[in-house]
């Protein structure tokens, strides 16, 4: 029997871009496994991508173009089956890949004609990271139509802001050194369940004395087995971390070396903690005044300190600056110089591979600038955009009818009968439900890619295992099929994936340098080329880790300063700031959907629409093998709240505010504090009444970098006794 090893790169939308081995016999993948030389991966993939093999040969993959026949929407009573429903001949007609491709076609050059190209926007996200089809081929096509650009925020992007208006660049403490640390805070990080291969080193750190803190509303796994949890009220991390400075410069526990050589407007940022003592932190956070004290004088105290701060904090109205004033605090106590210091909230600002080379903005209609939607407000753009609407639009990579936030507004714009929807897809989705078109994709064990990281440095191909299943194809193939039948005739739509790669990986970085696909495809995992940096931090981090010398040298990028900020310096004050309106320093705001918010009265939880440990966003909830891992469509709400309205364990519940109203089932079970309730995200037409939790969240975007704001929410809960 021919039987093959072939490596491969998780491309979900994780920290932790694990390496994958996947054993091929006869052309069929019979068994994946973490790929054991990838020193994050260490042989271990989490429960969901263990299972993969069942995603791959689902029964329920779509195989081949279909054209809708039944109206848009699924009917309540299929909604179960609105899953599997490939081969019901009532909805879908299946048609060949020259049908779907020549009706795309036809239909957007009418749609030109009649409305000009700016009619059409294409729609993906995170369902495959892989730099070819997370973004290349897909771009071009779109800038050479010329279509509206979607404004892809949905995710990261207050935190980025936030943390670049300090740093000027996303740069993040390397996991392996966190055993060095003796303090590490998880903020806003569920460990286990979003980033769980840096928890073996965090269990190395605690074999060696450290104290792990979570900061978090909701009592994860991770909270769970910390050795301080401390409960923080939704969206007040700001204020939190203002006081925790102002006790820190307070009590002179600042590095001021550190602070003098390398930070700008230390003095601006005393005199702005001044106004945030913990007394005041105390009422938004609901963290006593005492415990912010001792939280900040451990962490300047107890060395090396880092912050694992993750996207958790900014998924709220004044997430950008919360951000922002977290990422203050190591350079103020000067961890940044240590190995095991720092912080950690994305590694991703250093592969800086050849975007342009890869999505091409130059192919776009000379002297155009598109017309930006913002995906979070896809709601409102399908329902409201004007001059010209919205008449197509054209989904990979996402599902936005479960994803988006006001999903009500959403799916009305969905159901639009002359909206021309095109979904490529795995499955049939959420979103499939109203599309015009249905195209196959491929998995990543049917197509090759280029991968980098989030959590991590090390530099991956994925190589394809088997050929696509039915008549799956690429995102890469499918574009390029696309923009052949669109008579777009440039060479570039014509490039293979291995000269893609090669283009992305031709960068003038030095960190990438000395790093080709041979050197990939050879070694499996390459870590960036850190050699040339910090002198000075090498030979301290020689000092303290005399024993591992065979290690790759630790990557200290801050510890001699060299920010990527204007000023070269970690700006505690920025000029961009306050050309942005906002607080040049930092300041905090109460989220105005929250208890201390504006909107206050209407209703009086605050509602976590939060991720599934065992899910991926959307992605795995209709896969049987791991949906019965993760308990879903449940509210977990506290016996004060439960018991003031009468609510007992186990009731059906109506949650609602004024977006909609979903019917959940209430758990009490000591996760989250009084006022705060909690759900997981799951596939609307898998969950009671067909809804999910983004019928209750809502279109505003953050404070800074146009972010979705999913935990600054509020709702009323009440018993009821059958659903709907
Ligand atoms: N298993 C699993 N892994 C995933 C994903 C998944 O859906 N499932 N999604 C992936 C994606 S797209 C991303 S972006 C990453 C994101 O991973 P994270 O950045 O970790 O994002 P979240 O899970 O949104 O939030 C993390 C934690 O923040 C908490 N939180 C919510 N509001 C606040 C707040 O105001 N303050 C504080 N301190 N904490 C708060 C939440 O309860 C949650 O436990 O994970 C990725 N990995
Ligand atoms: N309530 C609530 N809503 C949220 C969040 C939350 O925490 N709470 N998190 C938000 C965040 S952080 C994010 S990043 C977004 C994520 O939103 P999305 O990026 O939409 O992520 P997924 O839900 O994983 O959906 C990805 C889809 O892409 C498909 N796919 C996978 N690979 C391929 C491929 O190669 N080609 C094609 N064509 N399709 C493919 C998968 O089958 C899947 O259906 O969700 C956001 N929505
Ligand atoms: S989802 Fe994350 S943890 Fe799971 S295999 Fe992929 S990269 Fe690894
Ligand atoms: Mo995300």
New binding site residues.
């Given amino acids: 029997m021919a039987k093959q090893i072939v490596h491969a790169a998780c491309?979900?939308?994780c920290p932790d871009a694990c390496g994958v081995l996947i054993t091929v016999e006869d052309g069929r993948a019979t068994k994946i496994v973490g790929d054991p030389n990838h020193p994050m991966t260490n042989g271990f993939l989490c429960a969901k991508v263990a299972k993969y093999l069942d995603r791959v040969y689902s029964p329920d993959r779509v195989l081949y173009p279909m054209r809708r026949l039944a109206p848009k929407g699924i009917a309540r009573e299929n909604a179960g089956e609105g899953a599997r429903a490939t081969q019901d001949a009532s909805i879908w007609q299946r048609i060949s890949w020259d049908e779907a491709l020549d009706e795309i076609a036809e239909r957007f050059r009418k749609i030109i004609a009649e409305c000009g190209c700016e009619a059409i926007l294409p729609f993906?996200?995170?369902?495959?990271l892989?730099a070819v089809?997370?973004g290349s081929m897909d771009r071009r096509f779109f800038s050479r139509l010329g279509a509206s650009e979607l404004e892809r925020t949905?995710?990261?992007s207050a935190g980025e802001a936030g943390i670049e208006s300090v740093f000027g660049v996303k740069l993040g403490t390397e996991p392996d050194q966190f055993v060095h640390s003796r303090y590490i805070i998880a903020w806003a990080s569920n460990i286990h369940g979003n980033n769980v291969h840096l928890w073996p080193y965090i269990v190395e750190a605690r074999r060696r004395g450290a104290k792990l803190v979570v900061i978090d509303p909701y009592r994860t796994r991770t909270a769970a087995c910390a050795d301080w949890y401390l409960p923080i009220n939704p969206g007040t991390d700001g204020v939190l971390a203002l006081a925790m400075m102002n006790v820190i410069i307070g009590e002179g526990l600042h590095d001021a070396d550190y602070v003098s050589k390398h930070t700008l407007g230390f003095d601006e940022l005393c005199e702005k903690v001044r106004g945030y003592p913990p007394e005041h932190a105390a009422r938004y956070t609901g963290i006593s005044a005492e415990d912010i004290r001792k939280l900040a004088r451990e962490y300047a105290t107890v060395r090396p300190s880092v912050i694992r701060v993750n996207?958790?904090v900014q998924?709220s109205d004044g997430g950008g600056m919360a951000t922002r004033a977290i990422s203050m605090l190591p350079c103020i106590i000067g961890s940044l110089k240590e190995v095991g210091g720092g912080i950690h909230l994305s590694t991703s600002g250093a592969f800086d591979l050849n975007k342009a080379a890869l999505r091409r903005p130059d192919l776009a209609p000379f002297g155009k600038v598109p017309r930006i939607v913002s995906m979070v407000q896809l709601g409102k753009a399908l329902n409201n955009l004007s001059d010209p609407p919205l008449k197509a639009l054209f989904?990979?990579?996402?599902?936005?009818a479960?994803?988006?936030?006001n999903h009500n507004e959403v799916v009305r714009g969905l159901k639009r009968p002359d909206l021309f929807t095109v979904?490529?897809?795995?499955?049939l989705?959420d979103?499939t439900d109203y599309a015009d078109i249905v195209?196959p994709?491929?998995?990543?064990f049917e197509?090759k890619d280029l991968q980098a990281a989030y959590g991590h440095y090390y530099l991956q191909i994925s190589d394809q295992a088997i050929e696509p299943l039915g008549e799956c194809r690429?995102?890469v193939d499918?574009f390029k099929a696309l923009a052949a039948r669109m008579g777009f005739d440039e060479e570039s739509f014509r490039e293979s994936v291995d000269s893609m790669i090669d283009g992305a990986l031709a960068s003038e970085n030095p960190w990438m340098k000395g790093i080709t696909r041979e050197r990939l495809q050879r070694e499996g995992q390459v870590r960036l080329n850190f050699s040339g940096d910090s002198p000075a931090a090498t030979a301290q981090a020689h000092d303290s880790k005399n024993s591992e010398s065979s290690q790759p040298q630790p990557f200290l990028p801050f510890a001699n300063g060299n920010f990527r900020t204007p000023s070269g310096k970690a700006e505690l004050y920025s000029e961009a700031m306050k050309a942005l309106g906002l607080d040049p320093v930092a300041e905090f705001t109460p989220p105005s959907e929250s208890r201390h918010g504006l909107e206050k009265k209407k209703f009086p939880l605050e509602f976590l629409?939060?991720?599934a440990d065992n899910?991926?966003?959307?992605?795995?909830p209709n896969q049987p093998s791991v949906r019965q891992m993760e308990e879903v469509d449940l509210l977990q709400i506290h016996s004060a709240d439960a018991k003031r309205r009468a609510i007992a364990d186990g009731d059906t519940v109506r949650v609602y505010n004024d977006r909609g109203e979903i019917f959940l089932k209430a758990r009490v079970d000591g996760v989250v504090r009084p006022g705060v309730v909690s759900s997981?995200?799951n596939w609307a037409k898998l969950s009671p009444g067909m809804r999910?939790?983004?019928v209750l969240?809502s279109e505003k975007l953050s404070d800074l970098g146009n972010s979705?704001t999913?935990?600054s929410v509020l709702v009323e809960v009440e018993s009821i006794h059958s659903i709907r």
Avoid: W
């Fill in positions: 491309p979900h939308d993906s996200y995170g369902g495959t892989g089809n997370g949905i995710c990261s996207y958790g998924r989904v990979y990579n996402s599902n936005p479960a994803v988006c936030p979904v490529h897809e795995q499955f989705t979103t195209l994709a491929t998995t990543f197509h690429a995102n499918m629409a939060r991720k899910f991926m966003n959307s992605t795995f997981t995200l999910n939790v983004n969240t979705a999913f935990y």
